[in-house]
């Protein structure tokens, strides 16, 4: 149980202290705005990565349907 209360103590300190450091009347308006442009670039970057895994694995899903196509092909020759 003790446990539980030091790390709820060291949760709000954390919090806190982020806090403060972000609503500092002197540099916080600074802070704040390198934030937003931070969660901004991310946000951009992890639409791109998520775009191009999409198109790899359209890319990957079309070739193995067309690898598909030539061993039915090639087998129904050598059926025949």
Known sequence: MA?????????GVGIGSGLMYLFDPVL???RRALVRGKAKQVKRSSLRIAK???KS????AGR???MLRQVQTLSARIAS
């Open 3 to 11: 446990d539980k209360g030091k790390v709820a103590l060291i949760t």
């Open 28 to 30: 916080g308006r600074r």
């Open 52 to 54: 191009s895994v999409d």
């Open 57 to 60: 694995a359209r890319q990957l």
């Open 64 to 66: 193995t349907q067309g």
